[in-house]
């Protein structure tokens, strides 16, 4: 029998370099031939320009940003024959990148816990995938400074960057949890006369004692003086928080602090990436980010050269953007109980079309309200499995979700109906802290326009792929509804949402919005080129404004400075900004 394997090796190769080059000479699953327009060109423009440290690169939900990264992982492992890094917000996305990879024969090897780092990563044979919490901890085996050795790689792919940003923070959150020993007690009692002092010593102790769900932070100059006495306090308990503390431990000056119901929580000002030579010294960095409107937060998270935002890798290219009929029941000219009819909805599509259903909701709580017409998923591996079963037609659900607006992917008939219920809202005591403080401002906005946009995402994964998405709730109604929130969301969802602005108001009755709903199904053809012919038009009508990156990058460039211990260079650094803006 004729050994191909042995053939191959023998045959002497040159390592192509050009990424375009690269996906030629590979092998090809079933139903792929060729790269979309957008990626070929991402991917040329990268090859141009590989030698900055910093690019970011964007192409549309569904547009194949996993194939590009590990294109560009590969033609950087054949450049430099140096280990290659590969980042992904959740384990899922991981497996989906590996499973990618191995269709494409291209070699790359899993992140194991408890086990030393891959050989064929280390010595560059092999791209290794991971999350971002393996690479961001206290314990990471790709070093801290300043303790041991750190790895060294030719580049970092961070895939969905815009989806790791709560994922990073999180890697530097500290939350000394209420029901876990007295800790809790003794740290907010180190403040009690500071909120006196302050006039919100009925606020802190409502808060305390769990009778408000509000969160405090604890004033700069208290904060401040107890920085000795707070160290003292969670050494003692070190082990219990060995990921996080080694971290923050002689950064407390950097970190807010925050008071709530159920934990005292320790967070840095922004994420001290630089803390991992692994990442902060790698030549290259791609970031690759799904087109959201807004990408400051790339810079204040990950450190990233602002030129490198403002001159993101991008295409014109509508590939990868996937049919959506976008329907807004509050815009129906007609009275009707919206959850129930939904709730028939979701039925009729999962029971008698057999199509997937499924529901997105901000919290648990929410979640509930839906438990006695669809499965509700409770807990990681809980949603793993649901999705599976939806991915593989096990079920057509209807499953409901939990604040789970990334990270899920759900392609063809696996979601053919997806409700998005109630307005996202902040999960962790810091974002729930900013909410709260910066109520309406631009950067909450943002937040709740990058989430609406992933929650929309969930649907439909691509180019030929097709969704209907209903946004129920007053609350996510009103905010779609406000002119000023739209300059937040990307021209194709403005574009969709124009659409589904004009669709929803011609809908007169219930019958009519389930014959609506059935034409995306039946793929009727008027609607189809409608959306197509409408779509191309609102994207050439508007052009996505330049983004004013400045601000990010002084606040970005304030905390480098005050971490060096350069204090008063970073203070000029803040003044210098106001005043220009002034």
């Known amino acids: 029998m004729v050994d191909f394997g042995k053939l191959r090796t023998k045959k002497k190769k040159t390592k192509q370099l050009d990424p375009t080059e690269i996906f030629r000479r590979l092998p090809k699953p079933p139903g792929i031939n060729d790269l979309y327009t957008s990626q070929a060109g991402v991917l040329q423009s990268w090859f141009e320009t590989r030698s900055n440290q910093d690019v970011v690169l964007k192409l549309h939900t569904g547009g194949g940003k996993t194939l590009v990264g590990l294109l560009i992982a590969q033609s950087t492992l054949n450049e430099t024959g140096e280990p290659v890094l ?3 917000p959740t384990v899922q996305l991981v497996n989906q990148t590996l499973e990618k990879a191995k269709a494409h024969g291209i070699s790359a090897v899993a992140y194991e816990r408890g086990r030393p780092l891959n050989d064929d990563f280390v010595n560059g044979n092999a791209i290794m995938v991971a999350t971002y919490k393996a690479l961001f901890h206290g314990l990471s085996k790709f070093g801290i400074r300043g303790s041991g050795y750190p790895q060294k790689v030719a580049a970092i792919i961070l895939d969905d960057a815009h989806a790791a940003f709560s994922t990073v923070r999180e890697s530097f959150t500290l939350d000394i949890l209420k029901n876990n020993g007295d800790r809790y007690e003794c740290l907010t009692e180190l403040f009690r006369k500071a ?11 409502d808060i305390v004692s769990g009778a408000e769900y509000g969160v405090l932070e ?8 107890q920085l000795d006495t707070v160290r003292e306090q969670i050494k003692s308990d070190a082990d ?7 971290l923050l431990r002689d950064n407390l000056h950097l970190c807010h602090a925050l008071i709530s119901k159920d934990a005292f929580t320790i967070t840095p000002i922004l ?3 630089n803390a991992f030579p692994t990442f902060a010294e790698a030549p290259r960095r791609i970031y690759m980010s799904a087109t959201i409107a807004d990408d400051s937060e790339i810079i204040r998270t990950f450190d990233a050269n602002p030129k490198s935002v403002t001159e993101a890798l991008t295409s014109r290219s509508l590939a990868g953007v996937s049919e959506r009929m976008i329907l807004i029941p509050d815009l129906m000219p007609f009275d009707f109980n919206v959850n129930e009819a939904i709730k028939k909805l979701i039925d009729w599509t999962s029971d008698k079309k057999k199509l997937g259903a499924v529901v997105l909701t901000p919290s648990d709580k929410i979640a509930s309200d839906w438990n006695d017409v669809a499965t509700v998923a409770k807990g990681s591996a809980d949603v793993e499995r649901i999705v599976e079963e939806l991915q593989t037609g096990k079920t057509f659900g209807p499953a409901v979700f939990s604040n789970r607006y990334d990270g899920i992917d759900l392609p063809g008939d696996s979601c053919r109906l997806l409700i998005m219920h109630g307005l996202p809202a902040g999960t962790s005591t810091y974002e729930l802290y900013r909410a709260s403080a910066l109520y309406n401002g631009a950067t909450i906005i943002r937040m709740l326009a990058q989430r609406i946009e992933q929650g929309i995402g969930r649907g439909a994964r691509g180019s030929g792929d097709h969704c209907v998405v209903i946004l129920s709730g007053a609350n996510l109604a009103a905010w779609i509804a406000k002119d000023a929130n739209f300059r937040f969301l990307t021209i194709a969802t403005r574009a969709q949402l124009e659409i589904g602005t004009e669709v929803s108001k011609e809908v007169k009755e219930l019958k009519d919005l389930a014959k609506t709903i059935e034409r995306s199904f039946n793929r009727d053809t008027d609607w189809t080129e409608y959306h197509a012919e409408t779509l191309a038009e609102l994207v050439d009508e508007e052009s996505q404004g330049v983004q004013n990156y400045d601000q990010a990058a002084t606040e970005r460039k304030a905390i480098n400075l005050w971490h060096d211990g350069y204090h008063e260079q970073a203070i000029t650094k803040i003044e210098k900004f106001l005043a220009i803006e002034i």
Do not use: T
């Open 86 to 88: 590969y980042l992904s």
């Open 195 to 205: 909120f006196r002092d302050i006039d919100k010593l009925g606020s802190f102790d």
């Open 218 to 225: 604890v004033p700069y100059w208290a904060w401040h003086e």
């Open 240 to 246: 219990s928080y060995r990921l996080i503390w080694p």
């Open 271 to 273: 994420p001290l990436v």
